[in-house]
C-alpha cells in the first residue's frame, strides 16, 4: 500500500451521489461475466469511494495487463523532459547496432512518436512474428518486420511497439523502468512497490506485466487530470499530457468496438467520454476530465465493453456539479456495502467421513492426459490438513500446495498467493476454484474419484503462458 493515503471525502462532499455508486455495484452483481475484484472512485482529488471483492485486498498487487502502457508511457514523458529521447527520432537511432540489419525503409522512417502511438505503419500486432525473427531479441525482430503501410498513417494494436518504446527508455536511462520511475514517478506519487515481468535479456516488459495495486492505477490517473502536477511538483511536461491524452492516430477502422473506434494518443484510449488506460479482463484507469473524476477498477472478464457501458449508466450520472444536501443516508449506505464486497466461493460439502481414507489415498491423473490450457498440470495430490486439505498441484516437477479449508475462501500466502473455494458436489468429485490473488485468473480443478483422474481449466487464459508458480507478481528470487 502506499506510504501516503489519497486524501479522502464522503460522496456527498464532492458532489457524487452515492446511491448511483450502489447502482453501479448492483449492476456488476447482475451482471454474470463480469467478477469485480477493486473499484476506487477520485473527485475533485478526493478519494469518495473504494472497494475490493474479498478474497481480493487494498495492499496486494495485481497484474495489470495493458494499463503498463501507460506506465511505459509515463517513463517515456519523463524521459523527453530529461532530455534523454526525443519523440521526432528515427527507432533505429536508440539500437545502432541493429543498423545494418534494418534496411526497410519503413522501419528505418520509424519515430518514437509512431511507437508510442501505436502507429508503427503495420496493420497488425506483430508480436508472434516478430518473436519468429529473433527469439532473443523482440526490438530486432519487431524492427526486420517491415510495415506495409509508412509509419504514422494507420493504426494497429501491436505489443512490441510498446516493448520498443520501454527499451528506448530502459537504454536511454541506463535504469530498468521500474529503477528510473522510482525516484521521478512512484515515490512522488506515494506508490509503493511495484513489479514487471521481464523478457529473455532482461528488460522489462513494458506492453504488459506490471503489477501495482489498485491505488496506483488511480494515482496516476489522477497525475494525468492534474495536467502532470502532483501536491504541487510538476511531474510530467504539460505538452506531454496533453498529447498523450488527445488522439495521435484514429483507430474506428481497426477497433469496431464502441469504446475502442475513438482514437488512441500515447498509450492511452479515448473514449466516449474522457480516455481511459486499459488492461486485459477489466483492468480500468478511466479519466474524466468533464467530471473532474478518475475511476479504477480491477476485474477478470472478457466483455470490457459491458464493464464500461455500466460505468456511463451508472457513475456518470452521479457526478453532480456541486455538494449534495441531504445525501447522509446513502453515503452510509455505501460505505457499508463497500466494506462487506465478496465473491461467492464455489459451492461445495465436505468430504463424506468414510471417504477421507479413500480421497488421501493416491495421487490424480490428468483426464485422458487432456489439459485445457497451460501450464500442463501432470497430477494433483489430496491430504487431509487439520480442518482442511491440502491440495496440490504439480507441474513441470513443481509443486504448488494450496489450503482448501471450510466454507468460503481459504487464502495460501506462500509464494504464490491464491484463494481456494469449493469442495465435494457428491461422494465422488471434488470441484475448486483457484483464484491467482496477484493476477485476474481463476484455475478450476475437478477431481474424480472413481477413476483418480483430475480435469483443469482457465476461466479465462492467462496472457503471459506463466507456469503456475509463476502467476504472482515477480519476486527477486524468481
Not at 490473488?437 to 503471459?464: G, I, N, Q
Amino acid at each position: 500500500m502506499s506510504a501516503r493515503p489519497l486524501p479522502s471525502s464522503t460522496p456527498a462532499a464532492q458532489g457524487v451521489d452515492a446511491s448511483g455508486v450502489l447502482a453501479f455495484l448492483d449492476a456488476l452483481d447482475a451482471a454474470p461475466a463480469i467478477e469485480p475484484h477493486s473499484l476506487m472512485i477520485l473527485r475533485h482529488g478526493r478519494l469518495v469511494a473504494s472497494g475490493w471483492w474479498a478474497p481480493y485486498t487494498a495492499e496486494r498487487p495485481h497484474l495489470l495487463y495493458s494499463i503498463s502502457k501507460s506506465f511505459t508511457a509515463t517513463a517515456a514523458a519523463i524521459a523527453a523532459a530529461e532530455g534523454l529521447i526525443r519523440l521526432d527520432d528515427p527507432v533505429i537511432s536508440y539500437f545502432p547496432e541493429l543498423d545494418a540489419d534494418i534496411t526497410d525503409p519503413r522501419s528505418r522512417a520509424m519515430l518514437v512518436r509512431h511507437v508510442a502511438s501505436m502507429a508503427s505503419g503495420h496493420e497488425t500486432d506483430t508480436v508472434f512474428e516478430a518473436r519468429q525473427r529473433d527469439r532473443e531479441d523482440l526490438v530486432r525482430g519487431f524492427l526486420l518486420v517491415p510495415p506495409s503501410k509508412d509509419p504514422g498513417t494507420v493504426f494497429a494494436y501491436n505489443q512490441p511497439a510498446t516493448f520498443t518504446l520501454s527499451a528506448i527508455v530502459q537504454r536511454a536511462s541506463g535504469r530498468s523502468l521500474t529503477e528510473y520511475l522510482r525516484p521521478r514517478l512512484l515515490d512522488p506519487l506515494g506508490i509503493g512497490d511495484v513489479a514487471w515481468l521481464r523478457d529473455r535479456s532482461g528488460r522489462e516488459l513494458g506492453f504488459s506485466g506490471l503489477h501495482a495495486t489498485t491505488d496506483a492505477v488511480a494515482r496516476l490517473g489522477e497525475l494525468y487530470l492534474r495536467g502532470g502536477v502532483w501536491e504541487g511538483e510538476r511531474l510530467l511536461p504539460e505538452w506531454w499530457v496533453t498529447e498523450a491524452t488527445r488522439q495521435q492516430i484514429p483507430t474506428d477502422s481497426a477497433m469496431p468496438w464502441e469504446d475502442w473506434g475513438r482514437g488512441y494518443g500515447f498509450k492511452f484510449w479515448m473514449s466516449r467520454h474522457g480516455y481511459r488506460g486499459d488492461g486485459a479482463f477489466g483492468q480500468f484507469c478511466v479519466v474524466l476530465p468533464e467530471h473532474d473524476a478518475v475511476i479504477a477498477t480491477t476485474a477478470d472478464t472478457v466483455d470490457m465493453q459491458s464493464l464500461l457501458n455500466l460505468v456511463w449508466e451508472h457513475l456518470l450520472p452521479a457526478f453532480r456539479p456541486g455538494p449534495l444536501t441531504g445525501g447522509e443516508a446513502a453515503d452510509a449506505a455505501l460505505a457499508e456495502r463497500l466494506a462487506g464486497l465478496a465473491l461467492p466461493p464455489a459451492a461445495g460439502e465436505p468430504v463424506p467421513p468414510e471417504r477421507v481414507e479413500a480421497w488421501s489415498a493416491d495421487s490424480f491423473t490428468p483426464d485422458g492426459g487432456r489439459y485445457e490450457g497451460l501450464p500442463k498440470l501432470t497430477d494433483v495430490e489430496l491430504a487431509p490438513d487439520g480442518d482442511g486439505w491440502t491440495l496440490t498441484l504439480t507441474e513441470g516437477g513443481h509443486a504448488l500446495p494450496l489450503r482448501l479449508g471450510g466454507p468460503g475462501w481459504t487464502v495460501t500466502e506462500g509464494p504464490v498467493p491464491t484463494a481456494v473455494s469449493g469442495g465435494w458436489t457428491d461422494a465422488d468429485t471434488l470441484a475448486v476454484d483457484v483464484a491467482f490473488l496477484e493476477t485476474p485468473h481463476h484455475l478450476a480443478v475437478t477431481c474424480s474419484l472413481k477413476d483418480r483422474t483430475f480435469t483443469a481449466s482457465w476461466r479465462t487464459d492467462p496472457l503471459h503462458g506463466l507456469p503456475l508458480r509463476a502467476m504472482c507478481a515477480p519476486r527477486p528470487a524468481m
